[in-house]
């Protein structure tokens, strides 16, 4: 070799040029040459952008729907309770008026409306404890292992929530009525005095009796189908212990399905804060319901009979700000009590 002459060793030139392996298990690459995974995410990035508005197309038409037929008639009904119709020019014209807070101020010092919402919570009181009891009670029957005819059973309770709310009425009110009751019939057949239930004294009872029987069903479904997703081996470890079926029903069954209480305690509760057909059914049978013997039938008269739309406006607005608030408190004070925290 000639002075002056380099020799190159294979692998010894460029060799600061070249990405090292270690390079690339590092995931560096070349300069200009991006590898796959920036590929993908500069295409998945590209897709997003082309895609962006799908989602907000699918979401239209469930969005427009839920500001058509609720945020909107909403509004308005807010809207109303702060108007008014008067009279001006003599009598001749009656015109539309903004009156502030004077349409709550009537309808919470309206006697019937008060009257109202007092036998609401009367039947409530008799409603919920009765009718959730009695779905417990046959959801915890149903479930025990030795019980027969689980499947007829569970179809005939829950047969009467298929029936809507005016046909259960109607059936009840002539088995109410006198003259075509058989329970008055029996009654007198058995020398006892036959029991009048559409009295004033206890309407409320027979109108409680109807939401009852309609309610049991839906609620024992929920109860029930809360208690089979309980592990089995949880009774049988209760059963080695000792337990008999009462106490692992009381402290085992029970406190599982809390939540489903809760939940089925809740519906219960706004359900009888927005009971309308029963005693507007039974209304023509009797005397002793009028036309505002709860708030729902208030509201309707007002708005109906009346053509008051402005205080029937005030009236709903109260009734679903007390049915909000009533069912916060309770969902509060269950989460705090049951589970032992404040959210």
Known sequence: MGIGTRRHLPGATGSRDRPSAAGDARGGHPSGAPDSRDRRRG????????????????????????????????????WLSFRASRVTAGGLLRVERFVGWDNYADVLTSSDYVDSVLRMLAYGAIVVPVMLGLALLFALLLDLSRVRLRAFSRIAIFLPYAVPGVIASLLWG????????????????VGLPPPDFLAAGSVLFSVANIGIWGGIGFNMIVLYTALRGIPREMYDAARIDGASELQIALRVKIPLITPALVLTG????????????????????????????????????????????????AASVVLALGTLS?????????????????Q
Request: aromatic residues 12%; glycine residues 6%.
């Open 43 to 78: 295409a998945t990035a590209s897709s997003r952008r082309r895609g962006g508005a799908a989602p907000y197309l699918l979401v239209a038409p469930a969005l427009a729907l839920l500001v058509t037929f609720l945020l909107v008639p909403i509004g308005y009904t807010v």
């Open 174 to 189: 002539f088995l109410y009525l006198p003259g075509v009751s058989p329970i008055r019939d029996v009654a007198e057949g």
């Open 266 to 313: 809740l519906f219960a509760l706004i359900a009888t804060l927005q009971v309308f057909t029963e005693p507007s059914t039974l209304k023509p049978l009797t005397d002793s319901i009028s036309f505002s013997w709860v708030p729902l039938m208030t509201i309707y008269r007002d708005a109906f009979v009346n053509n008051d739309i402005y205080t029937a406006a």
């Open 326 to 342: 009533v069912s916060a408190a309770v969902l509060t004070f269950v989460q705090r009590r049951a589970f032992g925290r404040d």
